[in-house]
């Protein structure tokens, strides 16, 4: 197969996209969020900048995700993001339109991934391929999938988590919730708004979850203070609270992934289960950046369990190491 534009790899996210480019590696992490008038319906941000303003937008103003649960929920939206994002980082083009490798879930459907592939041909690719998650995740990992031995991974985004078991270059087992980090964050927002009747945002949500979440094994003295805007009293507030309070708050979406993991190693033939014991279960994306969370999963399952080097930029380089890849490409599409 002859390219005659540049090959791209991308990791379309509920919470970030990542773009990889032949040759330069990742060169593009930003938020999945864009800011419109609702007026007008004009696009005033879109990354970075769009983010800064959820929760913070008068009320003609929307800061929103366009991505729910790894699928596409704005249409109009996506493809706005991915022809910004592209022409970010590759310019603009006349005669070699770019190759693009988007990732989608497992678990996606016939209509989720001609929305995905019509999203980034609208954006001004040439052509798009498409490849799942997880086996994208596994590539990024510097996985041999490729020959007959069992591969777990666990792939722990914004919107969802893909727990695959790959041999000979394809999923044999596959399990896709639609459960990640964003359900982690909301986990947390409810506990304390159940336990300190106090109100806080999305990012707040999210960096008491990077600061003192963890899926086990809280530290007992850890804690911090917070701020938001008390329910009863209607005037902003701060409290503190601990590791311990975060980690309980975390306990039942973690464990909806457990059971999705439990689901996939009892469909898994022995023979792979023999091997993934041997090799132990990889986990990826940004939700396995939780602290101890290979703790969990080695204490629950019985088999060692280990973060990938890079866990958040191993689907786009999956991906774009794909579309680099002729023969592997071949068998994505």
């Known amino acids: 197969m002859l390219f005659t534009g540049k090959k791209i790899g991308i990791d379309l996210g509920t919470t ?57 929920a704005e249409y109009r939206m996506v493809k706005s993001i991915l022809e910004f994002f592209i022409r970010k980082i590759y310019g603009r ?106 109100a806080i945002g999305e990012n707040t949500a999210e960096y008491i979850k990077q600061k003192i979440g963890y899926a086990i094994s809280p530290p007992e003295s850890e804690e911090m203070e917070i701020k938001g805007r008390d329910l009863v009293a209607g005037l902003p507030q701060k409290i503190r609270i601990s590791a311990k309070e975060i980690s309980e708050s975390l306990s039942e979406p973690l464990s909806f992934i457990v059971g999705g993991v439990k689901e996939v190693l009892a469909k898994t033939p022995p023979e792979l289960s023999a091997d993934i014991i041997e090799k132990g279960i990889v986990l990826t994306g940004g939700g396995s950046l939780l602290k101890n969370l290979d703790l969990l999963i080695a204490r629950t399952t019985g088999i060692c369990a280990y973060l990938a080097e890079g866990p958040l930029f191993c689907v786009a380089i999956g991906a774009g190491r794909a579309l680099e890849n002729i023969e592997l490409l071949e068998r994505t599409y």
């Open 93 to 198: 083009w006349i005669f070699f339109p770019p190759y693009l490798m988007l990732c989608i879930p497992s678990g996606g459907t016939d209509v989720e991934r001609r929305a995905v592939k019509n999203a980034a041909l609208q954006a001004g690719a040439k052509k798009v391929f498409l490849i799942e998650e997880p086996k994208a995740a596994a590539i990024g990992a510097n996985l041999d999938i490729t020959k007959s031995k069992g591969n777990m991974i666990i792939d722990i985004g914004g919107g969802t988590t893909d727990i695959a078991v790959i041999s000979l270059g394809e999923i044999v087992v596959s399990n896709s919730l639609r459960i990640g980090g964003d359900e982690l964050d909301e986990a947390i927002t409810r506990y304390i708004r159940k336990h300190y009747n106090l």
């Open 16 to 72: 970030n996209i990542l773009i990889y480019v032949e040759g330069k590696g990742i060169v593009l992490n930003e938020p999945s969020v864009i800011a419109i008038n609702k007026g007008s319906g004009k696009i005033l941000a879109i990354g970075s900048e769009a983010k800064e303003m959820l929760g913070r937008t008068p009320e003609n103003i929307i800061a929103i995700r366009p991505i729910k649960d790894g699928v596409i």
